[in-house]
């Protein structure tokens, strides 16, 4: 199997642009720009059937063709990329980032490009300290070879590009939130209507993608749409893929495959099995920590948005946690359920109150000090914060609450019943 | 405030951005990493640099979990106990270090060296347990592991 | 206009209309917390969730643009189980002090809680303790527990005072309003942000602990602190000695508030005239009338006033100083009193302080200047009296009404040298009172009705809050009576309305301009003659 995306991943100097020009770097770029008009570009990702590796899945080229066509000089266009990578379980942008910079700025100037962007702001997590300086010396490197600034390969395009680093908010990885915080404030989401293509950061016409979205664009670019079809599940689940496998396995890492990867070759091929031989799969949270959670009965099933979302699931960012029969259900949701606590930014009600209650209630229950009406209170809590919210934090925060009670109902109503963990391995809470 | 060069590379990063408040968290950046953390006095001093009001500044400060309230630590250790490091044994790892180094998360030893936070997600899942010391991550920890990396702290 | 249907209900409203507002058009508001007329969109409560068909989910109406053939359920059953769902969320880490809130009886948790709340409570963990009675500001204490983090007070401070006190500090649950360390919520409009809180987490100091809301009896009016005539709401405090009383004595005013008027001062009002009250309460009344340095018998002060000013009228040696807080009725009755008694030269005292800002308040403080003029005439300058007094040529003033001025009439003392008689109707014992030959109290700002016109030309409703201190009566009742003491027929004036009646006929200006005409809202500046 061809790896695409993480090509350079390993490779000595990988970070540099030597290196990266070596593999046919920046090839994508110079067509592109002396070749294709933006609009072209757009089409050509549209024909691509890339869809957002961010989370949602949305179709990349069709949120490029929202950007207004013509640039008004008062509103010049931003493109953002979300490397704000913090949806527990997930850890491929910053693979990417970190082992093959040019790549992903490659991808980002491509797609500013076709969006007629005058700036691309990276939005890093603040955490991702080394990375941060990774991309800045490969930007630097990109300046001097003429890749981006001023009169990019002499197309008559100029584009800076500005690494902007986070400071510790899950929240910033929603676009809304993202804009408020690169604006300056609190990362907050903001009411949609307006879409960001409409008036996104400064009031102006933007495009945030994710980190391994775009990089997916100069493969697109060189090698064309046709080709890109051919790899993953056409029409709808196309392309190469980064997955995150986490937890209970051998092998944890990111793995590339074509979309679609069975969730079984996932774990027990790339990942060599589950780490303890004596110990069967219990479950899979297969698209970061905000999707539902998939029983082991569950888990013959394709990696891909559809598939998945058949299952009642999502690919989400495709960050698979899994964990074997050792694991208290239990205490996994109320870890969970502490993340989403901590992370929600409080601006509206139901998220900002219900995140807490969720998590006291787990801790309650996980404690033994769970009521019998506990269970139904949960799935209450969980339904009042769903679609009520600004943004979907807070049907990241429920939804897994919702899958964890319905599908483990037995493992929590003996927590209730008996104060103790049918596991027997009560994880201690920190 | 922090002298001319300081000043400098504050006027720089104002020039990325089409607003002086876009550059509110870059320039939190730079005030922490020349004092260690970002006190009431500095929060005024960018909220004047950057024309928006105090209250601003420090409902930011407050709200992003990485800008330091007050001094911590020579070595800042951010143990990340989410669920994948959870279930590769970070309950366990902070347990192990809040022994070692006699303090509870939140808390700096005595001698100033130390100070340990539990934290979400890193992004690191895949090399789980793993831990931030200050800037670099140290992943797939084992308690033998930590005992050594602490040991070979300058 | 598009057409859209809430509750089964067809309406008309214009483009741009969100569902919220059609709804107040309806006049059948939904829910809400965060939304105010006079900020921006938060969307942060989530209480105006309504349902709208053919959308997944519910929407808020504070942000929704009404689109044509939309249809709006504003109650269904999804609606209420969401409006119940948000109010258990609002009340999980609220305090539920409201034995002690002051905000208790006119607290939007405790009306949503009633209509819209499911009456108990699924939570039984620990609430949240965060800090009660911060001193946030000259006027405002803060509870940050009772604070529902609706956001009004922030936008408040950033939209329309733009001064930008007040913010967001720490996240998620622990977020909490706050102020900079060392800073102060002090601007000159502070006193807003307690009437925008839906809660009792920002309470008025003045007013803290002062009375409950309920023994509040409240007049709409407008403020006599300057020239603008904002509208307000006077909340005047009942005596409740005994729990079986029925009838309550009014106290003296507890508060002022605004009241809305989009063509005055929108949604706000200053800090000084929110406290102008206790400036009032704070000055020294005249409570009965004195004769030379005795009390006296109100007749008895009449007829001396009453004959003093005869003469000097018949003498040609009469001018007056009207107060430009003086009600238009007040300075009407004085000049057909003062024409009765043989003419004088009256001027209008000019109180003129600070600057116009960008928002409300105006330099000129004589709420009634404008009107006073219309009656007057654009010469009526207390400058004309002042120098007619230095000359010699008017012996004796009849000063009327109150400037809450401690230098008031200074200047009359000054020109006069104290060989001025003066005849005094007014409210304080200040200035001019405490020299005068005959001194006759006056209702104040609070204690009579009347017509303010604000600088713009607005004719305005001012009303009795209460009954007026001791002897005290509206300066047009006095004016009539020193005609009738004088022996000059009167005229039949009976109430304000009345005095406004012959003013109309009397004055262009305010020809038609009744109580009625003006209703809550004013009548706006008539257009100049012949044009």
């Given amino acids: 199997m061809e790896r695409i995306l993480t090509r350079n991943v390993g490779k000595e100097g990988s970070r540099t642009l030597a290196v990266y020009e070596a593999g046919g770097g920046y090839q994508a770029l110079r067509k592109a720009l002396s070749s294709m008009t933006p609009d072209a570009v757009t089409e050509e990702v549209k024909k691509s059937g890339l869809r957002g590796r961010g989370g949602a899945g949305f179709p990349t080229g069709l949120k490029w063709s929202f950007m207004p066509k013509e640039v008004d000089p008062k509103r010049p266009h931003y493109f953002l990329i979300n490397a704000d990578e913090s949806e527990p379980g997930t850890f491929k942008d910053r693979l990417l980032m970190e082992e093959d910079p040019h790549l992903v700025l490659e991808g980002s100037l491509l797609g500013g490009y076709a969006i007629r962007a005058s700036v691309v702001y990276i939005y890093i997590r603040g955490e991702f300290v080394r990375g941060a300086e990774i991309l800045e010396r490969a930007i630097a490197e990109a300046y001097a070879k003429g890749y981006a600034g001023r009169n990019i390969l002499g197309s008559g395009w100029s584009c800076e590009v500005v690494v902007h680093r986070g400071a510790g908010a899950y929240i910033c990885g929603e676009e809304t939130a993202l804009m408020s915080s690169l604006e300056g404030n609190r990362g907050y989401p903001r009411l949609k209507p307006p879409f960001p293509a409409a008036s996104g950061v400064w009031g102006c016409p933007t495009t945030i993608n994710n980190v391994e979205t775009v990089a997916n664009a100069p493969f697109i670019l060189e090698r064309g749409a046709d080709w890109y079809l051919t790899v993953g599940k056409a029409p709808k689940n196309t392309g190469p893929k980064l997955y995150c496998l986490s937890g209970h396995v051998k092998r944890p890492g990111v793995y590339e495959a074509p979309m679609g990867l069975p969730l079984h070759e996932l774990i027990y091929e790339l990942g060599g099995g589950m780490l303890r031989d004596d110990r069967a799969l219990k479950a899979v949270i297969p698209g970061g920590s905000s999707v539902p959670v998939l029983r082991a009965d569950e888990c013959e099933v394709d990696l891909d948005f559809d598939s998945l979302a058949a299952k009642g699931t999502m690919l989400g960012s495709a960050g698979l946690m899994v964990m074997d029969e050792s694991v208290c259900m239990v205490a996994a949701m109320a870890r969970i359920a502490h993340f989403y606590h901590h992370e929600s930014c409080g601006q509206c009600t139901p998220c900002r109150e219900g995140c807490g209650w969720l998590e006291r209630v787990l801790a309650r229950i996980e404690d033994g000090r769970g009521v019998p009406q506990d269970l139904d209170l949960l799935l209450s809590v969980s339904n009042n914060i769903i679609g009520n919210t600004i943004c979907a934090l807070g049907d990241a925060a429920a939804m897994p609450a919702i899958s964890f009670v319905t599908k483990f109902r037995d493992e929590f109503q003996y927590h209730i019943d008996h104060k103790s963990c049918p596991t027997g391995t009560l994880a201690g809470r920190a | ?154 | 206009m598009p057409k859209v249907t809430i509750d089964g209900q067809e309406l008309e409203v214009p483009a741009g209309t969100t569902i919220l507002q059609a709804c107040q058009q309806r006049g059948r508001e939904i829910p809400h917390y965060c939304y105010h007329d006079g900020l921006s969109i938060a969307g942060n409560c989530r209480m105006c969730l309504v349902e709208v068909e053919k959308q997944p989910k519910l929407v808020i109406g504070c942000y929704t643009p009404v689109a044509p053939g939309m249809i709006v359920h504003t109650e269904s059953g999804k609606v209420k189980a969401a409006r119940a769902a948000m109010m258990e969320f609002f009340l999980i880490n609220h305090p539920l002090d409201c034995p002690i809130c002051d905000q208790a009886g006119e607290c939007r948790l405790q009306e949503y809680a009633v209509e819209h709340g499911d009456g108990r409570s699924r939570y039984t963990e620990p609430k949240l303790a965060l800090s009660k009675a911060v001193d946030i500001g000259a006027h405002v204490m803060l509870d940050q527990e009772r604070c529902i983090q609706c956001s009004r007070c922030i936008r408040f401070c950033d939209e329309v005072t733009k001064t930008g006190e007040l913010a967001f500090f720490e996240r998620g649950e622990r977020s909490q309003i706050g102020i900079f360390p060392g800073k102060r919520l002090d601007n000159p409009y502070s006193g807003n942000v307690v009437d925008l809180c839906p809660v009792g987490a920002l309470t008025l100091k003045e007013f803290r602990f002062a009375t409950r809301v309920w023994y509040v009896k409240n007049t709409p009016t407008v403020c006599a602190g300057c020239a603008r005539g904002c509208n307000v709401v006077v909340g005047v405090g009942q005596q409740q000695q005994l729990m079986t009383t029925r009838g309550q004595q009014d106290d003296r005013a507890k508060r002022i508030v605004p009241r809305v008027n989009a063509d005055v001062n929108g949604w706000w009002i200053c800090d000084e005239g929110r406290l102008s009250y206790l400036k009032e309460q704070q000055a020294v009344r005249l409570l009965s009338p004195r004769v030379g340095v005795g009390e006296a018998a109100y007749d008895d002060a009449v007829k001396s006033a009453a004959g003093k000013l005869q003469i000097a009228g018949r003498n040609g040696s009469l001018g007056a100083i009207l107060s430009p807080r003086l009600v238009a009725e007040d300075v009407f009755a004085w000049k057909t009193a003062l024409a009765a008694f043989g003419g004088a030269l009256i001027g209008v005292r000019s109180i003129l302080s600070g600057e116009d800002d960008e928002l409300l308040v105006r330099r000129d403080k004589g709420a009634n200047a404008k009107g006073a003029l219309w009656i007057l005439g654009e010469g009526a300058t207390e400058r004309r009296v002042l120098d007619a007094v230095a000359s010699g040529k008017v012996k004796t003033v009849l000063v009327a009404g109150d400037t809450l001025d401690a230098a008031d009439t200074a200047a009359l003392e000054q020109a006069s040298q104290g060989t001025v008689e003066v005849v005094f109707a007014g409210p304080f014992v200040s200035g001019a009172a405490a020299n005068a030959a005959v001194a006759i109290p006056s209702a104040s700002w609070s204690e009579a009705d009347g017509t303010y016109v604000n600088f713009e030309g607005r004719a305005q409703r001012v009303r009795r809050c209460h009954l007026p201190l001791g002897e005290a009566r509206p300066g047009w009742r006095i004016a009539a009576d020193l005609l009738e003491a004088a022996g000059i027929a009167a005229p039949a004036w009976g109430a304000s309305d009345d005095v406004l009646r012959d003013l109309g006929k009397a004055v262009r200006e305010f020809q038609g301009i009744t109580g009625e005409s003006m209703g809550l809202l004013g009548v706006p500046a008539p257009t100049p003659a012949g044009a």
Wanted: charged residues 25%; contains cysteine.
């Fill in chain 2, 1 to 154: 405030m922090l002298g001319p060069e300081f000043e400098k590379k504050i006027d720089a990063i104002v020039a990325k951005y089409p607003q002086p408040k876009a550059a509110l968290l870059p320039v939190l950046w730079e005030v922490q990493k020349a004092q260690g953390h970002i006190d009431f006095a500095s929060e005024q001093w960018v909220a004047k640099r950057l024309d928006v009001a105090p209250s601003h500044v420090h409902g930011c400060v407050t709200f992003y979990t990485m800008y330091k309230q007050k001094p911590s630590g020579t070595y800042h250790i951010q143990v990340c106990t989410t669920l994948s490091c959870m279930l590769r044994g970070s309950d366990e790892l902070m347990k192990h270090l809040e022994a070692k180094l006699r303090i509870r998360p939140g808390q700096t030893t005595p001698d100033g060296r130390f100070s340990l936070a539990r934290v979400e997600c890193l992004g690191s899942c895949g090399t789980a347990p793993m831990f931030q010391l200050n800037d670099d991550f140290q992943e797939d920890l084992t308690l033998e592991k930590v005992d050594r990396l602490l040991e070979s702290l300058p």
